[in-house]
């Protein structure tokens, strides 16, 4: 099929395209790395009037660390982020979990902003966003606002972005020393959006684990810091006793629905399975 | 007489390769007509629904220039079709026109078609077109369709049942009561398609000055296009041309006659002008056909010693919403019950085929035909009778071969077979997976909690299809194939086939073939076909027939031509033509091998200088032979496909760590064609073992219809593939090629059916459900504890 018509428009500064998007409030989209935007617009499930690609802006491209913070723009692709030795330093959460985001085509153009904006709750970025605790710049004409990831995803495709927002970047705590992270997910195939997943993150004491963060994505609408079967885990040594109380947590919080990929039962099995192995991972990479 | 080694046999690349890797295929969709409309259709939503009204003014209103066109205006130029079989006179199938005209009977049917300067306007038009629609029961789950109670999926029709056949032999009720061992599985085999890269693609350009109509598309069987446009757009024969460019795949789905394709063609006649339409992803999966969808409940009785003593397969198929028009629509059913068991000795067998309606797109021919299912059936019960009887899987097969002195003969189901290798190919296949070795690596992980599973598969695929099988059905495809070879007067050759390329490479095989003949390199034979004005009649691609039909033909063509060029050769040297050979690009001595005179200079004199021939020699230098399969119906290949794979039993996940496949397909032109058509076939057959499915909702609505939903295989799943070959050339033609194009697909689902099984079995767990799923395999787990 071919997209419905509309108006492109490529502006070279961000008070341009945050000027457009109050302007056209509600009628336009933004075009980053277009590998979502652009099936939906030639399968008419969207049809915008408006789109803006911000593809010249470099205010909104570059990884950096600052202050334990590392500073993901929203234009950074997600080739740029999987080989980014700052990204392998300070967040191996997302480096362990960049080799999954679709294929090669896909990430040399899709991007760190793109999908977490996009919210789909089958994507990776978002869920380990919601695992280290990530926050959000959003800019508009109305000025700056930062959100913290745990709050950002609102439901399927739905954000805190009002219509006239922009996602700048995201800004993810650098991991602290003592601290491990674990990315494990369940696909029909690679690069498939995944059954289930989980992102796991604490600090490890031996085999105890404190501070400890999992988050589940892949059933239900939106990633979720599983708080539940967090706390199940934490401050306790690593057994098969703790492994079932995590995965009964999980059972209990874990609301996913069932597709014809797989049923709400199975995607919760599988979140069960993944997080006590992400965990024996975690453990054993040190 | 030459040094040089025969073309035929040698792994020489083939000669598009280069030119489709560096981006200059020219594909239907790259070609440019002035004055072209584009072409795009109003489908049904709805699997089944009385069409109440049509109006096109919103249309119009959206697009001034667009141009609306109903079934009922297409059938005014356009007669509709029957998927009927003459020799079968049980089989129904209600009438079918090009775009649906009163009712739709499957989501996606096209029921108006809508013309503008650009795929865009049309589509914008299309969307705009208001149709008044009154919904009907729909027929869309297979098996209820045959239910007392299940909806029509055409009401006139009264019933769903459009075919029933049985086979039998002997007394398989006796003989499975006085089994020491049997076993049954109910199995079901989901609906799937073929999906090739470049989707189906059609321009019509009708020129009313001379009533010529010239079509340029994605077919793999132009003839049988260029037949159907002429009867049922009433444009005589001559006057219909179908031309191929390069075709990007077609596993079989651009056989068919589709609807939309026709309707192109009767939208250029009704305004005079080309007209185009291509299938994007999307249409693909709610307008090609669909293939497989079975259920098949089996059971097979064995001796205490493993012999087999009876078997019996019961199989529930489905067309779909229409019986495909012109070509065989029975047979993804009756290959299941002919084909089961062929490899095994057996004299008592039933089978028994229901084919029913459903309302979804229609079921076609999808490469392999049934022989997967066939396949699978008998490989996973025989599996499950060496467990029972406590015989390894590889001697059970070998104790059950037909044995060497057996042939020729005629199965239980049927099938005629000469000489096989059965015994041959498996125990190359055993050598080449290490088989013992992985046994032993099996055992010892099961100890440690890995279930890791083997798979042998014994498979045969039917090629070559003679008339034996079409003619009798009055389906208007020639199973015969032709070729004109003709020397150039640089010496060269050009050869001009029926065989249509589709990305097989076959045209570099009849390159070799003929190359062989007229004793010049490969690289010295130009091959071209794809146009049904130009080139011999013929089939064109399926029942992997290429090589064996269509090059056999070459190879016939070629001895004609090289028969002319020494009878030419000796008039000018004055010598006996018996005396004389080609090599070398000449023509030599054949006692010597000393040259004589060159193929350049032949064709120098041949072409422009006969006023120095002696009186009365007229030089032929081009000639055209035939071949259809005169002495057997069809070339039976065989061969052995193993699969070796570890199942997470926590995920229900499938790894696959090896694929291993001994074929047969006679004598071997080019081996590097061969390995890449059995590596694609495995691929395929992957594909229905683990991932693809056509997955429908009660009503009929497709829930998968994009390539994020339908999963095909893809590298990062798929292990290595290694491909061993026997020869055993098939008797009857110079040649001795069978064909190789679908083994992959045959033999691989069973491979991997029944290596999950082996995996499975120490947990109590079995599935025989295709595709295996994780779920599928977590529910098979969690209902064996």
């Known amino acids: 099929m071919k997209a419905p018509r509309f108006s492109y428009v490529r502006p070279e500064s961000l008070d341009s395209v945050l000027e457009l998007l109050a302007e056209h409030e509600g009628e336009a989209r933004i075009l980053a790395g277009g590998q979502s935007l652009m099936p939906t617009l030639n399968m008419r499930l969207s049809e915008p009037r408006l789109l803006i690609d911000i593809n010249r802006i470099d205010a909104l491209k570059g990884i950096s660390l600052e202050d334990g913070t590392v500073r993901i723009g929203a234009l950074a692709r997600h080739a740029e982020v999987l080989e980014s030795p700052l990204a392998a330093e300070h967040l191996p959460l997302i480096a362990d979990a960049m080799p999954h985001v679709a294929h090669v085509a896909v990430r040399n153009r899709g991007t760190f902003g793109g999908s977490i904006a996009l919210a789909d709750p089958a994507a990776e970025l978002p869920a380990c966003a919601v695992a280290l605790n990530a926050s959000f710049v959003l800019a508009s004409t109305r000025g700056r606002r930062t959100v913290p990831a745990r709050s950002f995803f609102h439901g399927l495709y739905e954000t805190e972005l009002a219509e006239d927002e922009l996602l700048v970047e995201a800004r993810i705590p650098a991991i602290a020393p003592g601290y491990r992270s674990a990315f494990m997910e369940f696909a029909r195939r690679h690069g498939d959006f995944a059954l289930a997943g989980v992102c796991c993150h604490a600090r490890v004491e031996g085999c105890v684990l404190r501070d400890v963060s999992l988050a589940c994505f892949g059933g239900e609408d939106r990633p979720r810091f599983a708080a539940a079967a967090s706390a199940a885990a934490e401050g306790r040594a690593w057994s098969e006793e703790v492994k079932d109380a995590v995965k009964a947590a999980l059972g209990g919080e874990l609301e996913p629905e069932g597709t014809f990929h797989a049923s709400a039962e199975t995607r919760v099995h599988l979140a069960q399975v993944l997080a006590a192995r992400a965990v024996d991972r975690m453990l054993a990479a040190g | ?785």
């Open chain 2, 1 to 785: 007489m030459t040094d040089r080694p025969e073309a035929a046999g040698r792994p020489l690349p083939r000669g598009s390769a280069r030119r489709l890797a560096a981006g200059r295929g020219r594909y239907a969709d790259d070609l440019r007509f002035p004055g072209l409309l584009h072409l795009a259709f109003v489908r049904s939503p709805h699997a089944h629904a009385r069409i109440v009204k049509i109006d096109p003014a919103p249309a119009l209103a959206a697009v001034p220039a667009a141009k609306v066109f109903t079934g009922a205006d297409i059938a005014a130029v356009c007669t509709p079709w029957q998927g009927k079989m003459d020799h079968l006179p049980t089989l129904v199938s209600p009438p079918q026109h090009a775009v649906a005209v009163d009712r739709a009977v499957w989501q996606g049917e096209p029921v108006a078609a809508v013309a503008a300067a650009s795929r865009a306007l049309a589509e914008d038009a299309a969307a705009a077109v208001a149709v008044e629609w009154e919904p009907l029961p729909a027929a869309a789950v297979r098996d209820r369709t045959l239910d007392a109670d299940a909806a029509p999926a055409h009401p006139e029709l009264g019933g769903n049942l459009a075919y029933a056949a049985a086979i039998r032999a002997g007394d398989p009720e006796a003989a499975l009561a006085g089994s020491a061992h049997v076993v049954e599985a109910c199995f079901s085999f989901a609906r799937h398609t073929g999906v090739p890269l470049e989707p189906r693609t059609v321009i019509a350009d009708y020129d009313p000055g001379e009533g010529r109509l010239t079509v340029h598309g994605s077919h793999q069987a132009p003839w049988h296009q260029q037949d159907t446009l002429s009867r049922h757009l009433g444009i005589p024969e001559h006057l219909v041309r179908v031309v191929t460019p390069d075709i990007g795949g077609g596993f079989g789905i651009k056989l068919h006659i589709y609807g939309e394709e026709i309707a192109v063609s009767a939208v250029s006649r009704i305004l005079g002008r080309p007209v185009k339409y291509t299938a994007d992803r999307l249409e693909s999966f709610i307008s090609d056909i669909q293939a497989r969808d079975q259920r098949v409940e089996a059971r097979m009785g064995v001796d205490a010693d493993g012999a087999i003593r009876g078997l019996s397969v019961d199989a529930l198929s489905s067309f779909g919403a229409f019986a495909s028009y012109g070509r065989a629509p029975v047979n993804e059913g009756m290959m299941t019950i002919s084909m089961a068991g062929g490899p095994y000795a057996n004299g008592h067998y039933e089978g028994r085929l229901r084919i029913a309606f459903q309302n979804k797109p229609p079921s076609g021919m999808y490469r392999a035909v049934g022989q997967p299912i066939a396949c699978a059936v008998t490989e996973q019960l025989l599996d499950r009778a060496a467990h029972a009887a406590g015989i390894d899987p590889v001697e059970m097969r070998r104790r059950n071969y037909w044995a060497e002195d057996a042939f020729p003969l005629r199965t239980p189901g049927g099938i005629a077979m000469d000489r096989l290798s059965l015994r041959q190919c498996l125990d190359r296949l055993v050598a080449m997976m290490g088989y013992d070795a992985l046994r032993a690596e099996q055992a010892a992980l099961r100890r440690s909690g890995v279930y890791r599973g083997i798979g042998v598969a014994t498979f045969l695929e039917m090629t070559a299809i003679g008339a034996e099988r079409y003619g009798p059905a009055g389906a208007r495809i020639s199973t015969q194939d032709g070729a004109t070879v003709r020397l150039e007067p640089s010496g060269r050759v050009r050869c001009v086939t029926s065989v249509i390329e589709i990305g097989q490479g076959t045209l570099s095989a009849l390159a070799q073939i003929v190359a062989d003949r007229l004793g010049v390199a490969p690289e010295d034979v130009g091959v071209v076909g794809g146009d049904t004005a130009l080139a011999p009649y013929g089939g064109g691609a399926w029942a992997s027939r290429g090589l064996t039909i269509g090059g056999e033909a070459a190879w016939r063509a070629a001895e004609g031509l090289r028969a002319n060029i020494l009878e030419l050769a000796g008039s000018i040297l004055q010598a006996d033509p018996a005396g004389l050979d080609l090599a070398g690009g000449a023509v030599c001595d054949r006692a010597t091998g000393e040259t004589r005179i060159t193929l350049a200079e032949i064709g120098r004199i041949g072409h422009f200088r006969q006023d120095t021939l002696p009186p009365g020699v007229q030089p032929e230098l081009a000639v055209t032979r035939h071949y259809a399969p005169d002495d057997v119906p069809f070339a039976l290949a065989n061969g052995v496909q193993g699969s070796s794979l570890e199942v997470d039993a926590e995920t229900g996940g499938v790894r696959l760590l090896g694929h291993w496949v001994v074929e047969d397909c006679g004598r071997i032109v080019n081996p590097l064609l061969v390995e890449e058509q059995i590596r694609g076939g495995v691929v395929q057959g992957i594909g229905g073992a683990l991932f693809e499915e056509c997955r429908y909702d009660e009503h009929g609505q497709l829930l998968n219809g994009s390539l994020a939903d339908y999963l095909v295989p893809m590298a990062a799943e798929l292990p290595d593939i290694h491909v061993g070959h026997v020869e055993t050339p098939l008797r009857g033609t110079a040649l001795g090629a069978k064909g190789a194009g679908e083994a992959g697909t045959v033999g691989a689902p069973a491979a991997v059916l029944l290596a999950v099984n082996d995996a499975l079995r120490p947990l109590g767990a079995q599935v025989s459900s295709l595709p295996i799923t994780p779920e599928a395999v977590l529910n098979a787990i969690a209902a064996a504890a």
